[in-house]
């Protein structure tokens, strides 16, 4: 019973990963490095904006799936 919640948790969480590393943006500065754009307000308080909130999330459920495929291999025997 309890492999199989465990089962469907990281299913889940592999989902979500998958869907929230899709929606970041590309660490690439591009043509916006040259002109300094990328010094602006937004470029130094990323940690508040959406993307650091992204960045967090996705940290969280990394981990979380490292966790889980360790559990449930574990488990496994």
Known sequence: ???T???ILF???SVALSIIVLMQEGKSAGLGAISGAA???WGK????S???TLVK????LAISF???AAVLNISRF
């Open 66 to 68: 490292i966790v889980l």
């Open 5 to 7: 919640i465990l089962t």
């Open 1 to 3: 019973m309890l492999r």
């Open 39 to 41: 010094e602006s307000y």
């Open 57 to 60: 999330i996705t940290r969280v």
């Open 45 to 48: 308080n990323k940690g508040r």
């Open 50 to 52: 959406m993307e650091g």
């Open 11 to 13: 299913i889940i969480v």
